[in-house]
């Protein structure tokens, strides 16, 4: 159930009349010189390869070839698990849809920026984050079935209450590598199950009774991972069911318990997470809390009442500050549009 923010990444484009890319990261103050025939993976550049990625996915299909200059910088906390990286796709493959004028549909766009990350950046990523980067709505968040790519739109639009990013500080580099390894793990689960009988092709096919009864076949921690899972994907719909019965308080209840399975299942959470996800919760106006993105750092997401906002930030400020000696930046977020062009 993902959703786009106003947080962004923005991306200036253009044509060359020679063969060379210039690719400058503003925010970095960072330049990476290339040839747009004779391009590999950037080792010290990393940032580069999320462009390179989508090129390279346009250039298979017969993109037109020239020299191009781009520019990006943004507005998303880098390592925050706010999929900035996706952001950063997706808005590569909509600048170059556009300067190209190619008329690719947005689930093309989604697809493609996602095989960029799978195929050249090397993160297993799923089509979830594109997804939202591209096809978000105000005041809406998505359901997503990612097998079939059917979707639908649910509304969030409230005065009474809140999301609130609270910005751990924390980055850890076991994200990506720890995301392909829960991965693998999830697979290995399945790989499992299927040779005990079940007809499945995925944890999606699979009901928390029937994972409960091939729980013998599984190694604990194969078992633990894909009980995550189930139990998201249920959570996911119990959330579509409040969010049309109006009842944010259960919604929030389940942000919450998603977090317990992240640490306790997933295994993809840090003390500094748990620490803001446990004082947020205990505290008046706050209806659930749980650690965003891939884990390891970056963001917790709360529900908070509006008027408890600026009461709510300070004391957990404090608190944080004393625990870890970090600075706990906050952003009130609404659910915004996706990718779009800006006209020059």
Not at 248 to 255: K, N, R, T, Y
Not at 270 to 297: D, K, S
Request: with cysteine; net charge negative.
């Amino acid at each position: 159930m993902p959703g786009a923010i106003p947080q962004a990444i923005w991306i200036a484009i253009g044509k060359r009349d020679d063969s060379q890319l210039h690719l400058l990261a503003t925010d970095l103050n960072e330049f990476v010189q290339l040839d747009i025939h004779n391009y590999t993976f950037q080792q010290e550049a990393s940032w580069a390869n999320y462009l390179l990625g989508v090129l390279r996915e346009f250039q298979d299909q017969d993109l037109p070839s020239c020299g191009l200059n781009i520019a990006f910088g943004g507005t998303i906390p880098t390592g925050a698990g706010l999929s900035s990286s996706a952001a950063l796709v997706s808005g590569m493959a909509v600048a170059l849809n556009s300067l190209f004028q190619l008329e690719k549909s947005q689930l093309e766009l989604v697809r493609l920026a996602q095989r960029a990350e799978n195929n050249f950046v090397g993160t297993q990523c799923g089509i979830m984050d594109m997804f939202a980067s591209i096809f978000g709505r105000r005041g809406q968040v998505i359901q997503l079935d990612c097998r079939s790519l059917s979707y639908r739109y649910f509304s969030f639009q409230s005065s009474a209450y809140r999301f609130v990013l609270l910005d751990s500080g924390v980055k850890h580099q076991l994200v990506e590598s720890e995301y392909n390894i829960r991965r693998s793990e999830c697979e290995s689960g399945v790989a499992l199950l299927q040779k005990q009988g079940l007809p499945i092709q995925q944890l999606r096919d699979l009901s928390k009774t029937d994972l409960q009864a091939g729980k013998a076949h599984l190694p604990s921690t194969i078992y633990q991972r894909c009980l995550f899972v189930v139990e998201e994907i249920e959570r996911v719909q119990q959330a579509c069911q409040l969010l049309e019965a109006g009842d944010l308080e259960g919604f929030g209840a389940l942000l919450t318990q998603c977090h317990q399975g992240l640490h306790t299942l997933y295994d993809v959470c840090v003390p500094e997470t748990n620490f803001l996800v446990e004082q947020a919760t205990c505290r008046a106006g706050v209806l659930g809390a749980r650690q965003m993105g891939g884990g390891f750092g970056g963001c917790v997401l709360c529900l908070v009442d509006t008027d408890a906002i600026p009461a709510l930030l300070d004391s957990l400020q404090e608190a944080y500050q004393a625990a870890f000696g970090i600075n706990l930046k906050a952003y009130p977020v609404e659910l915004a549009e996706g990718a779009s062009v800006v006209a020059d």
